[in-house]
Antibody, heavy 121, light 111 residues
Framework: EVQVVESGGGLVQPGGSLRLSCAAS????????MSWVRQAPGEGLEWVSI???????YYADSVKGRFTISRDNSKNTLYLQMSSLRAEDTAVYYC???????????????WGQGTLVTVSS | QSVLTQPPSVSGAPGQRVTISCTGS?????????VHWYQQLPGTAPKLLIY???NRPSGVPDRFSGSKSGTSASLAITGLQAEDEADYYC???????????FGGGTKLTVL
């Protein structure tokens, strides 16, 4: 059974850092495209970042230069390192496996339950 | 302000048919990029409902269907049931932003 489980969320002060983890089972993180999607309280979904199976990474403009997506193949785990955090980064962060034929057709197939990040002093 | 525009809310009585629109532009839906739909039940993670404009993952009832034309797409739900009450999001790719974009979401209320 395919499953992803996020962890690492919590309360952090503005300007601080946090690392989110996404443990996968039923498939290999290294053999798939993986993404992070976030949802601010009471708001809609926002794509954050993606890592291709070949290692290429891409980011939304809102987090570029502050967030880093990576993976540990030995642990079958995806990460999101977040730094210079702002109040507007407060959200539930979801890890998702990406499917689709081409870049313009990618969609988010399997989602975790999410982990809440709160940026506040 | 979302790149893809959805109505904030729609409603319908049990058994009725409702549609949710998703309007984009020439840099996303109008450019030929596929549209996908997600259902988010209260307090849960989003779930893939429709992919590649019209396809249903296994386990999704055929009451749900998707279509796409020009710069817009639509999700139709027939035979409304109480369990369909949820938020629905469309998603596509935007070449101007070089990233994946979502609609603002539509809250479906079953009367």
């Amino acid at each position: 059974e395919v499953q992803v489980v996020e962890s690492g969320g919590g309360l952090v002060q503005p300007g601080g850092s946090l690392r989110l983890s996404c443990a996968a089972s039923g498939f290999t993180v290294s053999g798939n495209y993986m993404s992070w999607v976030r949802q601010a309280p009471g708001e809609g979904l926002e794509w954050v970042s993606i890592i291709y199976s070949g290692g290429n990474t891409y980011y939304a403009d809102s987090v570029k230069g502050r967030f880093t997506i990576s993976r540990d193949n030995s642990k079958n785990t995806l990460y999101l390192q977040m730094s210079s955090l702002r109040a507007e980064d407060t959200a539930v962060y979801y890890c998702a496996r990406v499917a689709g034929r081409t870049r313009g057709a990618y969609y988010f197939d399997d989602w975790g339950q999410g982990t809440l990040v709160t940026v506040s002093s | 302000q979302s790149v893809l525009t959805q109505p904030p809310s729609v409603s319908g009585a049990p058994g009725q048919r409702v549609t949710i629109s998703c309007t984009g532009s020439s840099s996303n839906i109008g450019a030929g990029y596929d549209v996908h739909w997600y259902q988010q039940l209260p307090g849960t993670a989003p779930k893939l409902l429709i992919y590649d404009n019209t396809n249903r993952p296994s386990g999704v009832p055929d009451r749900f269907s998707g279509s796409k034309s020009g710069t817009s797409a639509s999700l139709a739900i027939t035979g409304l049931q109480a369990e369909d009450e949820a938020d629905y999001y469309c998603q596509s790719y935007d070449s101007s932003l070089s990233g994946w974009v979502f609609g603002g979401g539509t809250k479906l209320t079953v009367l």
